[in-house]
């Protein structure tokens, strides 16, 4: 079955490259060459995209606000393109939403490794869970809904942080090692930095903990992470 992808890039040469080799793998490809064709594009596929390649660097609207404002609305899949190096981008792009980046030149087998990866948690996502409804204190996830609330308040969360605090409260009261959160979240063939695990607990902290009275993440120093009601350290 062909994946569905919104290519977002004003540079011709690389479209056409981009384009050619996503369908040979398969994929339906859907063009945008500025931030703001992105956006309607996005409204216009809404319900049959599965993915969006997006370019840091647009015309009219950069990636960033155009990731700004997918992610009011939408969950989908957004993988970064960007030919900035620099760690305060790469941060900006994953606290904006993104789910993953690749730093132009880069090898298209490695785009596609990344992509791999983000259409498989997402299918993984959708198959029935044995649990409808995950509570710890008053967090609640609810999977039916893909809703997590707590103390009552909705909670946005991106698709990497909803799967990160999934398979936490699959696990309440254990604790997960980063080597296990990497290879359940992002697979095992993740070829980013390990640390990434780190910056995502950091999201989820500031979301779930950091306007709250008890605090339900905690670190296990040397050894990884646990999601208790009544951790002590």
Do not use: C
């Not at 009552?152 to 942080?161: D, G, H, K, M, S």
């Amino acid at each position: 079955m062909s994946t569905t992808l919104l290519l977002v890039e004003d540079e011709e040469g690389l479209v056409d490259y981009l384009r050619t080799e996503l369908q040979f793998e398969d994929y339906t490809v859907y063009v945008a060459n500025d931030g703001k064709t992105a956006l309607s594009t996005f409204e216009n596929l809404r319900g049959q995209l599965d993915v969006i390649l997006l370019d840091w660097m647009l015309p009219k609207l950069d990636g960033l606000e155009v990731l700004r404002r997918i992610r009011k609305t939408s969950d989908m899949p957004v993988v970064m393109m960007t030919a900035r190096d620099y760690v305060g981008d790469k941060v900006a792009g994953l606290d904006t939403g993104a789910d993953d980046y690749i730093t132009k030149p880069f090898e298209i087998e490695e785009l596609l490794a990344r992509l791999r990866v983000i259409l498989r948690h997402k299918k993984t996502e959708t198959r029935p869970s044995q649990e409808s409804s995950y509570q710890i204190d008053d967090l609640i996830l609810n999977t039916k809904l893909r809703q997590v609330t707590r103390n009552n308040q909705i909670i946005q969360l991106t698709q990497r942080e909803y799967e990160l605090l999934l398979t936490l409260i699959q696990h309440s009261g254990e604790t997960m090692s980063r080597d296990d959160l990497l290879n359940t979240v992002w697979g095992i063939d993740f070829e980013g930095q390990p640390n990434v695990v780190d910056v995502y607990i950091r999201y989820l902290r500031n979301k779930i903990d950091r306007d709250f009275g008890a605090k339900l993440i905690h670190t296990v120093r040397g050894v990884g992470y646990v999601l208790s009601a009544n951790y002590q350290s």
